[in-house]
């Protein structure tokens, strides 16, 4: 993965002139994790915890302080299941985010993977805002072998969900992935439209597995992690989707909005192809950055 091969880069260098955890190591660490995108308070609180661990573990090998660092950072990132909870039937996971993150091509690969794992899987086109969503849903729907349900432009998108839902009962459907608008985080009208087709759930499919996933651009780096924050008190989340890591992102990102969310990463896009939304490791991770 490119991605992972740029952070290594990064870390690597840092290690690569390591002759002792002394101040200046700590320093430049603690810029090195800045400049990846972990935010400050993330970079300075890993550092700290790194320097008392050395200090009681008594580190001094290259490798034992980079052991001591990928054991924090992975700590950080124990906040919930990394995998999606899809065991009734239906079950139904709802895609939220801002316009351009990918949030389409995000459902069409997740619906691929799903339908390899023997499931029957619905798309649901609630975006039905945006000129074409519907259309780029059904190429996608058509070609990872999975239906959809769609209404025309500008249809009120609780009314499709609430067809989705409905048809998935009938056809004996796994699992419904319902694509929504993209929207501002900061638009109050758009953020009741999520409130009102979680409603649509409890009331069609009541007691379902449920997931609400927001898709992040990784390449917006803390911009990210200000409209996640935003997502999740609005809407809940229980998992995010990070699109483009195989671009410019840092990388850092995934740490941060542990953190500080509390919000496991459940997928990364690494790449344009319909294979290139890989489950998030997070122990693979932290590996292969440090």
């Not at 430049?28 to 400049?35: A, N, R, Y």
């Not at 300075?44 to 034992?64: C, G, I, N, W, Y």
């Not at 023997?118 to 805002?129: E, H, N, S």
Request: hydrophobic content about 45%; glycine content about 8%; some cysteine.
């Amino acid at each position: 993965m490119g991605f992972f091969d740029k952070l290594k880069k990064i870390t690597s260098n840092l290690f690569s002139g390591f002759t002792e955890a002394d101040e200046a190591f700590f320093e430049e660490l603690e810029e090195t994790l800045i400049m990846a995108d972990l935010g400050v308070d993330a970079a300075t609180d890993a550092v700290e915890k790194l320097r008392t661990k050395v200090r009681k573990e008594h580190l001094q090998s290259q490798e034992a302080v980079r052991e001591g660092l990928r054991e924090i950072l992975m700590a950080e990132m124990e906040v919930g299941d990394t995998a999606m909870k899809l065991d009734t039937k239906p079950s139904v996971c709802i895609f939220i985010g801002v316009n351009g993150v990918g949030k389409t091509t995000s459902i069409g690969k997740i619906a691929a993977s799903l339908k390899k794992q023997g499931k029957r899987v619905m798309l649901c086109a609630a975006d039905t805002f945006r000129a074409a969503a519907a259309d780029q849903l059904e190429i996608w729907a058509e070609r990872a072998g999975c239906e959809i349900v769609r209404q025309y432009e500008g249809a009120d998108p609780g009314a499709v969900l609430f067809d989705a839902l409905q048809a998935a009962k009938a056809r004996n459907v796994d699992v419904v992935l319902c694509d929504t608008a993209g929207r501002l985080h900061n638009k109050a009208n758009l953020m009741a439209e999520l409130a009102k087709l979680s409603k649509i759930i409890d009331r069609e499919c009541p007691g379902c597995d449920r997931e609400t996933l927001l898709v992040l651009d990784a390449t917006t780096g803390q911009n990210g992690l200000i409209q996640a924050r935003t997502f999740k008190e609005t809407a809940g989340l229980t998992g995010i989707v990070l699109t483009k890591l195989d671009g410019t992102a840092k990388g850092g990102i995934v740490i941060a909005i542990a953190r500080e969310l509390g919000v496991p990463v459940k997928f990364a896009g690494v790449g344009e192809g319909i294979d290139d939304l890989k489950p998030f490791d997070a122990e693979d991770y932290v590996k292969a950055i440090i």
